[in-house]
Each structure stands twice: as structure tokens, then as C-alpha cells.
């Protein structure tokens, strides 16, 4: 495997993780429309993580493995704000994850979404996508070795 292979991967099963990326964000924005928001942002990043160590297995590709996670925090920070600001909502749920825990107005919320959300996504992208896509790689190369082995 070539280092252009490692980073794209696959077509095939880059494609699907793609799809997933787009699939993934969407869903949840639907779910969170319908007030299904109830753990929503932690349910969609640990979906991603487990679709960014399948891209791993599959041979995805390091790039579409790290866009899904990064997609998923993404949203988080970003959709959540957005709507709050359509609606002109101060309502809790439409607030992004921050760390100086004081709350503003919609469009400050969104302003403060768009600005972190893709420094977080970058960052939860490389740690926790990258580990995933890492353990899905060295999880699919030890059962291969396991199975050459015992053909033997």
C-alpha cells in the first residue's frame, strides 16, 4: 500500500463512507428538528468514530475516516446554533458546546459555533478518527495475519 492509497483508499469503499458523511449529519438535523435532541450530539460523534474505524477495516482511506468525524463535531457546533438563530430561540438546546460555559444571544451563539466548531472538529478529527481508523486498520491486519497462520 502506497502512500496516495493510504490517504484516499479505496474507491468503493470510500464512496460509502462518504455517503455516510453526508448520510450521518443529515439524519441527526432531522432527528434534531423533530426534538429528538436528547443526546443527539454524543450519539452522532461516537456513530462517526465507529464509522471512521470501519473506513479503517475497509481501507477507506485515512481522509474520508478523519471528514466523517470531523463532520459529526462539525454539526454539533454549527446546526445546532443555526436553528436557534432562525428561531430567534434563547432555549438551551440550541446552544454549541463552549468552554467559558456563559451563554448569549442566538446570533452570538452561532457566531461562537462557526468559529470553534472547526478548530473542534480538526481536533476530534486527528484524535478520535484518527484512532479509530488506526484501530479498524490494525484490527483487520491482525485477523489477516491470524487466518494466514493458521492455513499454514
Known amino acids: 500500500m502506497d502512500f496516495r492509497d493510504a490517504i484516499l483508499g479505496e474507491k468503493r469503499p470510500r464512496i460509502l463512507v462518504l455517503i455516510a458523511t453526508l448520510l450521518l449529519p443529515l439524519f441527526a438535523s432531522v432527528l434534531f428538528l423533530l426534538g429528538f435532541d436528547s ?29 466523517v468525524v470531523f463532520s459529526s463535531i462539525l454539526w454539533l457546533f454549527v446546526f445546532p446554533p443555526a436553528v436557534g438563530y432562525l428561531r430567534g430561540s434563547m432555549d438551551t438546546r440550541y446552544t454549541p458546546p463552549r468552554a467559558l460555559g456563559y451563554k448569549l444571544d442566538p446570533r452570538g451563539e452561532l457566531i461562537e459555533g462557526l ?3 472547526p478548530l473542534a472538529g480538526i481536533a476530534g478529527a486527528v484524535l478520535f478518527g484518527g484512532m479509530a481508523y488506526l484501530m479498524g486498520l490494525a484490527v483487520r491486519q491482525a485477523i489477516q495475519e491470524r487466518t494466514a497462520d493458521t492455513q499454514t
Open 115 to 117: 468559529t470553534n466548531g
Open 39 to 67: 443526546g443527539l450530539g454524543v450519539l452522532l460523534v461516537f456513530l462517526s468514530v465507529g464509522i471512521a474505524f470501519c473506513a479503517g477495516w475497509s481501507r477507506a482511506g485515512v481522509l474520508s475516516g478523519l471528514s
